[in-house]
């Protein structure tokens, strides 16, 4: 029988009643790369917030199952607790004190001291940080994953990539450990950063190290794991030696699902004029940069964006739209605009759908009148009524105009008088579509419609966005996480991968395209039948 060293069992967490784990199984043997992967919103995160003792997973009802290290029942409820039971973990977010050096970093709550005079005689709480010891271990740690920058650097101004590695010398300069994991280590480094890094993983291994590996990057799994476990859904899919799979199988595994198609669209555009088009677009969104993006809107079109987060779909419409500085060429139905003017967009008629409904889509302690009226009565000018020489606020026009809205969106309130912030996310979404439609707009840029709000709503929100596009023939374009969701209403769908276009399918386009090119690798791949 394998000897593992962790297992971990029927392994279940909900938030507020939605289950992102549901009896997820994991084992991982001493020495062996372990790969963990899924889409985002998978599960992968939570597992390991679970195997590490993170506050968010008891702060919030704990889990259900069982986790076991070297055969015994055990149950970390802090990270404290992992780390004495050896684990360490590599987070996707950089937990560095800028002001520090890399020594003290590295070191930082587990600092080599020594005895002095003062110490002696009062205690061990005098005793004097031993630099040279912790320079000397901290070297040892650089040398291991070929870092060529002195100890004692400060943090700060580091690049990226180096911050990174200084993350990783933190654990494995830990005495004793055990298991290690990494949370997307490569996303922010070089792809020679990134080769230097799975060299170092196979080092470890080959130490005994048992390593837990997340990642986006498909190629990185078949080169440098033993095992690839998938999630989907908070569901485990599969879990296969990579040495019996291919990049195609696993990409149809991590994205492959039923589609519901909400509605059946029936006029095709694929011949249809270019509404809009966007030349070497760039954006600086922390997070989401784009990087050089080329794209054509057809009038008449739903056009789906995706890609795994980070990776700038999300940065394409707050580029255009003005919130993150951008550069790039624009240009709307033969006419040039520039960029980063928010004003200029909603005058020639673009309206955004945040992501972020509650911090920028909607005004919380204003009714939900109010909120739907605002950008067109600002920018606009609608809504006003002229007194002599002046114009004021039609308050009765408003009224009127957000009661059409909450019938025909169907908005559940108490009227419309009542305050956006108090409405549940389904019915805040719909308020802020209420607004933009309210700016009667050419095109409809809208972010990640259905975050955050249960089944039902999301398929009202989805049959909505259908209902604009063909009885008004609206143009949207519509950025989502949700592969499954683009894929039901849109008629192309461009898939972002590194702030760049991966590649544009149609929504019926096969499991392992979409995956491929979600994991930014490219087509060339299939004809060597994913190896």
């Known amino acids: 029988m394998d000897k593992y060293l962790l297992q971990m069992k029927n392994i279940q967490k909900e938030y507020s009643g939605n289950k992102v784990l549901k009896g997820v199984d994991l084992n991982l043997k001493a020495g062996e790369i372990h790969c963990l992967i899924g889409e985002n919103g998978a599960g992968k995160s939570t597992l390991m917030n679970i195997l590490f ?9 704990g889990y259900g199952g069982e986790v076991l290290i070297d055969g015994q029942l055990t149950k970390i409820t802090s990270p404290k607790e992992a780390m004495k039971a050896n684990i360490g973990m590599v987070h996707q977010e950089f937990m560095l004190i800028p002001a520090f050096s890399i020594t003290e970093n590295v070191k930082l709550n587990r600092e080599v001291t020594k005895e002095n005079l003062v110490s002696r005689v009062f205690g061990e709480r005098l005793k004097t940080v031993d630099f040279p010891t912790m320079s000397q ?22 690049p990226v990539g180096h911050m990174q590695f200084v993350e990783i010398a933190r654990e494995i300069d830990k005495t004793g450990l055990q298991i290690l994991v990494f949370d997307e280590p490569t996303a922010v480094l070089a792809e020679s950063e990134a080769d230097n890094l799975l060299r170092t993983m196979k080092k470890l291994a080959k130490e005994g190290i048992a390593i837990l590996f997340i990642t986006h990057r498909l ?21 296969k030696n990579t040495k019996d799979t291919n990049i195609i199988e696993i990409a149809e595994l991590m994205v492959g699902r039923k589609i ?33 993006l080329d794209l054509k809107i057809r009038k008449g079109e739903i056009l789906g964006i995706g890609g795994l987060a980070g990776q700038g779909k999300i940065g394409i419409a707050n580029g255009i739209m003005g919130l993150f500085p951008a550069t790039g060429e624009m240009n709307l139905a033969g006419k040039e605009i520039g960029l980063n003017n928010t004003a200029e967009m909603l005058k020639n008629r673009l309206a955004f759908v945040s992501e972020d409904r509650r911090g ?53 309130c108490t009227g419309p008088k009542q305050h956006a912030g108090r409405l549940s996310g389904g019915n805040q979404q719909k308020v802020c579509i209420a607004r933009a439609l309210t700016q009667e ?19 009202l929100v989805l049959d ?14 519509m950025t989502s996480s949700e592969l499954a969701e683009l894929r039901s209403i849109s008629d192309r769908i ?17 499991d392992a395209k979409y995956g491929l090119l979600m994991s930014g690798v490219t087509g060339e791949i299939i004809e060597k039948g994913g190896k």
Request: aromatic share 4%; hydrophobic share 40%.
């Open 464 to 477: 909505l966005l259908l209902k604009l596009n063909k009885e008004l023939g609206m143009t949207i374009v």
């Open 260 to 292: 519901e198609i909400t509605m059946k669209k029936e006029a095709s555009v694929q011949d249809q004029e270019t509404i809009l088009e966007v030349k070497n677009l760039h954006v600086e969104m922390p997070g989401e940069e784009v990087r050089g």
């Open 53 to 61: 003792g993170m506050e968010v997973i008891h702060s919030t009802g």
């Open 137 to 158: 271990d901290t070297r040892k740690a650089l040398d291991k994953l070929d870092m060529n920058i002195e100890e004692y650097t400060r943090v700060a101004g580091l």
């Open 219 to 239: 190629d990185e799994v078949m080169s440098a794991s033993d095992k690839v476990t998938i999630l989907r859904d908070g569901e485990l899919v599969a879990c």
């Open 494 to 510: 461009l898939i972002v991968s590194e702030g760049k276009e991966a590649g544009i399918l149609p929504p019926d386009a096969p």
């Open 360 to 412: 920028v889509g909607l005004i919380l302690d204003e009714t939900i009148e109010m909120n739907i009226a605002f950008t067109a009565l600002k920018v606009q000018g609608r809504f006003l009524r002229k007194l002599g020489p002046i114009y004021l606020q039609n308050d009765k026009e408003i009224h009127h105009h957000a009661r059409n809205m909450i019938k025909e969106f169907d908005i559940r």
């Open 441 to 459: 707009p050419i095109i409809l840029f809208i972010s990640e419609p259905t975050r955050g709000i249960d089944i039902g709503a999301k398929k």
